[in-house]
């Protein structure tokens, strides 16, 4: 079983401490490497070490500068909302750059310390900056979205002006299951959250046991095709071993092997 340390191949697309630029026309941006979710299938937990700083803003912007392809910036982590004047700073810089067309922002903070978010410089950079704004939130279950105050972060987020997308990642035991996931589904889009993407659980050693077969990914899936609307319906992929990006998962609708599949740049991989 080849079991990855690194499952996104974050290490080797590193330009800069805390900039990762894997793919051509974005980067990502560990703006800490500091958790408090500490979620037990998180594919970065190997980063969360002590005095593992990051380049500094001035760094960042210099690279992304001299990037011109470069269109898209994501914030993430850690988790990016425990350095919310640092975000915005950065943002600040960033946006002045023409060829910058694209901010991201990804966060378990909404779902799981809701009351430690910072608005004000939030709504600062969608007030002084010209790019639309992405604000990806990472959640498995219906029940983190009946937290009072989880919705009420949500409506001002999406208030302020971001377009909030969801993060999920299929979870044996706790969301591989039918009807969980159309109420987590159907409630995302009720409250304004567009359901963007659900994951195969990458394959590292501390994640066994809450890697989903394959096939009961892709049967759970085709039934929820039947079910909801086209816009409560996420993308279900694999992260490919390789690191080269997210291969999308068919339906039963089409007949095919899931044993195999090639990712970006045309290499096999096998599913584990």
Known sequence: MNLQIDPLQEKKHQVLTGLVHKYKNRVLCHLTYHCPSNCKFCFRG?????????????????????HTEIKEFIFSGGEPLIKPYDLKDL????????????????????????????????????????????????????EELNNPETLIVIDKLRKLGFILLSH??????????????????????EVGVKPYYIFHCDNMA????FIVDLKREQQIMTKLRKKLTGIAYPLHVIDSDS??????????????????????KEKSNQVT
């Not at 002590?50 to 912007?61: G, W």
């Not at 004000?120 to 279950?141: C, G, M, R, S």
């Not at 999920?168 to 889009?189: A, H, P, Q, R, Y």
């Open 206 to 209: 501390h994640t066994q046991k």
């Open 46 to 66: 190997h980063l969360y070490e002590k005095n593992n700083k990051r380049a500094n803003n001035e760094e960042i912007v210099d690279y992304v500068k001299s």
């Open 243 to 264: 690191g080269n990006g997210k291969i999308p998962v068919p339906t039963e609708f089409r007949q095919c092997s899931l044993t195999n599949y090639l990712d970006f």
């Open 91 to 142: 943002a600040s810089k960033l946006s002045k750059l023409d060829h910058l067309k694209i901010f991201r922002i990804h966060s378990r903070q909404p779902i799981t310390f809701p009351k430690n978010i910072a608005f004000e410089p939030l709504a600062d950079v969608i007030k002084n900056t010209n790019q639309p704004w992405y604000f990806v939130i990472h959640v498995n279950t219906v």
């Open 168 to 189: 999920t990642v299929f979870l044996k035991g706790i969301n591989d299951d039918i009807k969980k996931l159309e109420k987590l589904f159907s409630k995302l889009v």
